[in-house]
């Protein structure tokens, strides 16, 4: 099943996989892109996106990289990945260049192929020399004459970090220099070529200076939140750097449109009301989403209640899934300063409880902690800093992250250890979280009888995937299972479905449709997906009308025309749909009947 069209062109290969994959973050763009349109009248400041691991932030911004390249504005954008390994300071500063003078050509040449594969130093030089531009021919001569054992090491890399900042001034350019994972240039850059002895923590303060650039702003990121503060802090300067959280969860309906796209990429079978489940369980996390859709726990079944329940408790419980990996990683780096037995209570206890704020006194009560108030308040602070946790307003006041993926994780991995070195003379056992996901599952299904149809609430969007996903998975039915006054009763054998089809209306114009199911009878289901405050009227349906009909002499099939209004109809709208023999409806309620 085909449910996207894709029109742009994606010159960096984004992380994500199929572009489709990439899903919601629609605030956290407006608000990007409101200040990326800003750049190219010198008023953005520097700024810098925090967030866990896994939040989506590369996603985000490699996104941002594309856009840029296929809007062919007066914004240049340059992308460059911090790798988590050892590198010498003059290979960094070659490959930071030449990946800086490729992500510039390929814009002005318009050359998917320099975006992933940078360019050498002599084809950056040819290009400079066949193009005029003085300062590429200078700076290339410059890097290859000190890159050796022997050269300016330091000049070699102001060469390159300034660059986009030198050209954007000289030839009154707009350059969007996107940093990713920042705080990694503070570990892994090396003096010594050996990178044995000479490790040089300082480089993020190189951007001391360009960090304020009004014509070369800064967009980075870091997955370690506490240790990026501190960088920022140390180096850079707070108030040079706008500061951005991003939510590591989508909202519900991104998440669950989130599901039909990873259950699609990876082939995974499932029906609407495992996607709520899986949805639910995963809380709109796309990342634990990915997770569970290519878990490899054995018999895995996403089509049934019970078998999301154990895919998704095996991703959170068995240390050898990729979602335990990634956690476990990300709590040995964040913890590495406190991991004992009193922290790991404290934030546990932080998390679980993270509708309010708590005092150290009102910890060591409620814990009964062998500690001194002062001793908890130095807990408190080396835990917010490594952003475990939040820091109130009051220099008193602590409160747990509201990350439920998080919670659960810190459960799985510390609750029986901490419940045994509390009372180490009996017998604990690691916390069933199974348990846990049926009451979320019976709160879902109570909310789904509460409402006037599950889906009554959605986008047209996101109903577009809802029909097309239970198409697919029932395959044989009535198309009155779906629609009311439809005159073909015999049961349909769905062979292929799509969604955002777009064909030919005539030799200038195109159409599309929002549903499109084959039948092995024959027969084409056309069906349009409307959400409006307002209900449809006669001229929408119509108009929806007149497309099928000029439709239908072009093709072989006959065809079922649909409507689906999650708004209602006007009265002369559901008039002429009986008159012309379209099939409507209102309400997605085919999906109660299954729980």
Partial sequence: MNLNKQSNQYPLEEQI???????????????LWKWIDDIENKLSKSVVILARKKSGKTALIQRIFNELWNAKGKVIPFYFDVAEKNVWLPNLSVKYFRTFASHFISFIKRDIAAVNNPLTLNQIKEFAKSNNIDALITDVDYILENKGNQGDHDGLWETAYSAPHRYASLYDLRFLVMIDEFQFLSTYVYRDEQCMTARDETIPGSFHYHVESKVAPMLVTGSYVGWKISLIDKYLEASRLSRTRLNPYLTSEEGLKAVYKYSEAYNEPINNVSASLINRLCMSDPFFISCVMKSEYENKDLSTEDGVIQVVNYELTDRNSWMSIIWQEYFDLSLEKINHINAKNILLHLTKHNNRFFTPYEIKKKLKLDLEVQEIHKELIVLAKADMIDRGVSNIDFKGHTDGTMYLMLRNR????????????????????????????????????????MLSNISGQLAEYQLAFDFKTRNKFKLSVYFENIKYKKILSIANVSIRST????????????????SDCGRLIIVEVKKTKDKIGIKDVRSFFQKTEIYSKRIKEKIIPCYLALGGFTQKALSFCIEKNIGYATEINYVQKEW
Avoid: C, W
Wanted: aromatic residues 8%.
């Fill in 503 to 518: 064909v030919r209306k005539n030799v200038e114009s195109e159409m599309e449709f929002d549903v499109m199911a084959n």
């Fill in 17 to 31: 996989g199929k572009p489709d994959l990439f899903v919601g973050r629609i605030k956290e763009q407006e608000k």
């Fill in 414 to 453: 510390y609750e029986k250890e901490i419940e045994t070195f509390a009372a180490p003379d009996i017998m604990h056992n690691s916390p069933d979280l199974t348990i846990d996901f049926q009451k979320e599952i019976q709160l879902l299904k109570m909310k789904n009888k509460s409402l006037k149809g």
